[in-house]
């Protein structure tokens, strides 16, 4: 069963910290997106990638936030510093383009202290 | 970039009851779709109409589109304890990006 694996599914860090999300998206899958979700701001979108290349990263507080694609099994978010503020939970999205549909992991639940 | 606004924010229901819950938009769309979020997991797909359908249907699901007014509505028919989660409706015009609103939470009770 063909699914977007995230890891890791927890991680709790301290403040100023690096942290590194990691997702294979389904394999064949040429879109990925990063979205970021709370309580109070919902799900907002951070960046996304068609072919690995990054289309829009205008949801990312470009000066802490990094997204990259190696190759096409792999995609990171990267935040460095990390703030009490980043917590939340990360969902990667995969798809196919022309296919509209997005499949979902389960998350990295991020709690910066 | 386009994002639904779900309404209700919150419904509970009996088990056996329907669901009903709508999306409203602002600009032209190529298409809507509505997700499922069980709690703690990732959103799964659920439907999709396109801008040019009027009432779509899958299982227990259907879904209406009126592009005059943008809006979409979801009914979940004959609920079950299982359908408990939140739903979010995403718009989506040209081009690859997909946002969400606040979501529908949805509680059936036994």
């Known amino acids: 069963d063909a699914r977007v694996t995230q890891t890791p599914r927890h991680k709790v860090t301290e403040m100023g910290q690096e942290v590194t999300m990691r997702c294979q998206p389904i394999?064949?899958?040429?879109?990925v997106f990063w979205y970021r979700q709370t309580m109070m701001q919902g799900l907002e979108l951070l960046a996304y990638f068609r072919n690995r290349a990054p289309l829009d990263d205008s949801g990312m507080p470009k000066d802490r936030f990094s997204a990259e694609m190696p190759d096409a099994t792999l995609a990171t978010l990267k935040i460095q510093p990390s703030e009490p503020r980043d917590s939340a939970v990360y969902f990667c999205a995969s798809g196919l383009e022309g296919n509209e549909k997005l499949f979902f992991g389960s998350g990295t639940q991020l709690s910066v202290l | 970039s386009q994002q639904g606004e779900e309404d209700p924010q919150a419904l509970s229901i009996q088990e056996g009851e329907n669901a009903t819950m709508n999306c409203s938009y602002k600009?032209?769309?190529?298409?809507l779709q509505w997700y499922r979020q069980n709690s703690g997991r990732g959103l799964v797909h659920l439907i999709l109409?396109?801008?040019?359908?009027r009432e779509k249907h899958s299982g227990r699901l259907r879904v209406t589109l009126d592009t005059s007014k943008k809006s979409s509505s979801l009914l979940i028919t004959a609920s079950r304890a299982a359908d408990t989660a939140s739903y979010f409706c995403?718009?989506?015009?040209?081009?690859?990006?997909?946002?969400f609103g606040g979501g529908t939470r949805v509680l059936v009770k036994p």
């Open positions: 394999l064949g899958h040429n879109t």
């Open positions: 109409i396109r801008s040019n359908e």
């Open positions: 995403a718009p989506k015009a040209a081009g690859n990006k997909l946002t």
């Open positions: 600009t032209s769309i190529n298409n």
